[in-house]
């Protein structure tokens, strides 16, 4: 009993990173139709801007705490919300009017582009990354394991996922947002601008991206340029079984991947911690291809 | 002079929907274009807007060339629509939906005052204020779309095809308002309908199109009396 409930914390925390990230995925086909594949990679380059930073603000605040800690997310936070706008801006915005497949591919070279540009730039070989909030036992008993890892991971996570709620259901901007991805004719017939709407989506996206990066690694000390790959690939998992286009969704559907994947590892073997992932992507692609909060939507032809 | 369009040319693909249009709008009026389906009347008015670009020509609002703007500049400059098929945003509420079309301004209690303008106007609204927009009627829907345009406070309101698919009962009332905006807004309007009888007797000025020309045009009465148009348009013998 005990176990499974340790199982259980260790899923939430895992399931709350994944859900960040996947609402990235989420926002961005909700906008543009497209699965933006370099997503994974501005989660990676958000956790070498925290390794980068962590020491420079330490110094500057003076040592590491809650101010440091902080201070370090929202400066990577900040700088992936930059990449991810030029991404935007560079690559996908000159193809708006192509095929989807062509915007489709041309992601999946940015991701390259990041993975082999990180490894050139940070070289290949994995760095310890800082403790940002000393760890705290909690509960630590022969039968639980609490620390305070989980606790700021989960709570972390919650926060800004209420943010990004009242952003989008509560602002001019976040009602823009919603228009734009209902009908781009019918918003710039409002006044709306789409370019600066698409533009503050890859904004919000990539910041929370670089928001679970800092929580990942400080569960997962240890960062390369290649660790966006499957956390980038379960989050979008996630936010196709939540329902792709669909923020609370995408929440359900991280948790769900996470704690499937603390499950596997802990009952089965940890051998099918990755595969399980798939195997759920392929049931749902299957069984309900729009996901479970997803509404089918017809294809248009 | 508010609106002028100057030999006005839009394509889609190798279609020519619009061959060389000329039209103006002076300040104040209701001005139609009728005409049958395919005659360019939509084309004409998303060119205007700015969701259709023209291939050819030029259209110049209070003197300004605005043929090469985006759409939200033109919303910018004082220009809404009300488009064809209402193009309500299914997912907000009514409220949103009028909040949007609001989007451009910042005069918070101004944007009140016309929310409570527009519910005078159609009181159904006020009852469907919270539903998603795509959960409203037909009917609804059209008066929404009015009520979002006139939210951004238009000099010029463009309205595409505000007749269809309305029950016979609503395009009664819905004209009435067109003509109520007209006068105690003094907002200027350019109408395009198939319902050609409808608005005639609304319009100061008309434009008859046909096969994406114009092919007579003049003051809505004399548009109503003329022997042909009665025959081609109005449906009736004399």
Redesign the interface.
């Known amino acids: 009993m005990s176990e499974l409930l340790q199982q259980i914390i260790n899923g939430v925390s895992m399931g709350s990173i994944y859900a960040l990230i996947a609402l990235g995925y989420t926002m961005v086909y909700g906008i543009l139709r497209f699965i933006n594949f370099a997503h994974g990679d501005v989660f990676m380059v958000g956790a070498f801007v925290g390794f980068f930073v962590a020491p420079v603000v330490a110094t500057l605040v003076g040592g590491s705490g809650l101010a440091t800690a902080v201070l370090v997310m929202v400066i990577s936070m900040a700088a992936c919300a930059l990449l991810g706008v030029t991404i935007e801006k560079l690559a996908y915005r000159p193809l708006r009017s192509r095929p989807k497949l062509t915007v489709l591919i041309t992601a999946i070279g940015v991701s390259l582009f990041l993975e082999y540009g990180g490894q050139l730039v940070f070289g290949p070989d994995p760095k310890p990354f800082p403790a940002l909030i000393p760890s705290i036992m909690i509960v630590n008993s022969r039968y639980l394991v609490l620390s305070s890892n989980s606790v700021v991971v989960i709570g972390t996570a919650l926060v800004l996922m209420i943010v990004l709620r009242y952003i989008v259901f509560h602002t001019?901007m976040g009602?823009?947002m919603?228009?734009v991805?209902?009908?781009h004719?019918?918003?710039?017939?409002?006044?709306?601008?789409?370019d600066s709407v698409i533009s503050f989506t890859f904004a919000l996206g990539s910041g929370l991206a670089a928001a679970a990066a800092i929580l990942y690694g400080s569960v997962y000390p240890s960062i390369n340029p290649l660790m966006g790959l499957f956390p980038g690939l379960k989050a979008f998992i996630a936010a196709v079984l939540g329902g792709i286009g669909n923020l609370t969704g995408a929440v359900v559907g991280g948790l769900i991947i996470g704690l499937l994947e603390t499950l596997v590892t802990g009952y089965i073997s940890p051998v099918y911690r990755d595969a399980i992932s798939f195997a759920v992507l392929i049931l749902i692609l299957l069984f309900r291809p729009s996901g479970i909060l997803g509404r089918h939507e017809a294809e248009k032809v | 002079m508010m609106l002028e369009i100057d030999n006005l040319q839009v394509s889609y693909g190798a279609v020519r929907a619009v061959k060389g249009i000329s039209l103006t709008v002076e300040q104040g009026q209701i001005v139609t274009l009728i005409g049958a389906n395919g005659a360019g009347k939509s084309s004409t008015l998303r060119a205007v807007s700015g969701i259709t670009k023209a291939s050819g020509g030029h259209i110049r609002f209070e003197g300004r060339d605005i043929t090469s703007l985006p759409a939200h500049g033109i919303v910018a400059l004082g220009i809404s629509q009300a488009p064809e098929g209402r193009m309500i945003f299914a997912n907000l509420t009514a409220r949103e939906n009028l909040a949007m079309g609001a989007y451009l301004r910042r005069d918070a209690p101004e944007i009140e005052k016309d929310m409570e303008y527009v519910f005078a106007m159609f009181p159904k609204l006020k009852e469907r204020i919270d539903q998603p927009g795509g959960k409203l009627s037909g009917g609804e829907q059209q008066m929404l779309a009015i009520a979002r345009a006139l939210l951004a406070r238009p000099r010029l309101l463009l309205l595409d095809e505000p007749s269809l698919g309305i029950a016979p009962i609503l395009v009664r009332t819905i004209f009435e308002k067109i003509v109520e905006v007209n006068c105690q807004l003094g907002t200027t309007i350019l109408l395009v309908e198939q319902n050609a009888r409808m608005a005639l007797s609304i319009a100061h000025y008309a434009y008859v199109l046909e096969t994406g020309q114009v092919r007579l045009h003049g003051p809505a009465a004399g548009i109503a009396c003329d022997e042909d148009i009665r025959r081609a348009y109005l449906g009736e013998h004399c």
């Open positions: 001019r009602t823009a919603r228009a991805s209902f009908d004719r019918a918003a710039s017939l409002m006044g709306i601008n789409i």
